[in-house]
């Protein structure tokens, strides 16, 4: 089971590195920073806006490194909202046409890789409630 933990710990850690170098990339060069970006204040100010959750996505998700096992909620919270910008982009390219690779990919780590990383996360709890010693009549 420490095992299994350890490994989740360590797949979270290196994958909230997506979300928060994306986002702090967003933050630091907008909307200018893509290729193609577009010369427009507004949609630059979003983009910012939009980069600062994504990294505040990504460190929530490394507070639940320590503890894993307990941050249930937390994490499926998390997957809820990656899941649902997931769903956007999808909708998105549905409406508009395909993006970059890099969206692509994007969008395969918020409607692959996240969802898995919950229920992985799920089974680690459920398999740590398990080897929890019962408590003791007082």
């Known amino acids: 089971m420490m095992g299994e933990r350890r490994a989740l710990q360590r797949v979270v850690a290196l994958a909230a590195v997506i979300p928060i170098s994306a986002g702090l990339y967003g933050v630091l ?8 970006g577009v010369e427009n204040v507004s949609a630059d100010s979003h983009f910012r806006y939009l980069s600062g959750l994504l990294t505040g ?7 639940c490194v320590p503890g894993i096992e307990g941050k249930t909620r937390l994490f499926r919270f998390l997957t809820l909202v990656v899941v649902l910008g997931g769903l956007a ?13 890099t ?3 994007a ?16 089974r680690v709890a459920v398999r740590a409630g398990e080897a929890a010693p019962l408590p003791r009549d007082v």
């Not at 060069?29 to 193609?36: E, S, V």
């Not at 999808?90 to 970059?100: A, D, H, M, N, V």
């Open 29 to 36: 060069f907008g909307i200018n920073g893509l290729a193609g």
């Open 57 to 63: 996505i990504g460190l929530l998700f490394w507070s």
């Open 89 to 101: 982009r999808l909708l998105g390219l549905y409406l508009t046409g395909l993006p970059s690779l």
């Open 103 to 105: 969206m692509l990919a």
């Open 107 to 122: 969008l395969g780590v918020e409607l692959v890789l996240t969802p898995l990383l919950c229920l992985w996360q799920a």
